[in-house]
């Protein structure tokens, strides 16, 4: 007998993504994370982003996350 989530005829969408947290800086995020079980932390991180006013941003004319690396390298030297 199989148990679990029944099987579903729907489209399935996968995202994955990484965090790469700091301490000191993210210390809330990382308890946040410590606290949720390893099984749960998807339906937690899309809780999160439900409740927290995610919306839609045009991101065509944002710099990518290198350019903003190299000035902050720059602005550092």
């Known amino acids: 007998?199989?148990?679990?989530?029944?099987?579903?005829?729907?489209?399935?969408?996968?995202?994955?993504?990484?965090?790469?947290?700091?301490?000191?800086?993210?210390?809330?995020?990382?308890?946040?994370?410590?606290?949720?079980?390893?099984?749960?932390r998807a339906a937690y991180i899309k809780s999160a982003m439900r409740s927290g006013g995610l919306t839609i941003h045009h991101v065509d004319g944002l710099p990518d996350d290198s350019e903003l690396a190299d000035s902050l390298e720059n602005f550092l030297m």
């Open 1 to 40: 007998m199989r148990t679990g989530r029944p099987r579903t005829s729907s489209l399935i969408v996968v995202v994955r993504a990484v965090l790469s947290l700091r301490e000191g800086e993210d210390d809330d995020l990382i308890a946040a994370f410590q606290s949720v079980p390893a099984r749960k």
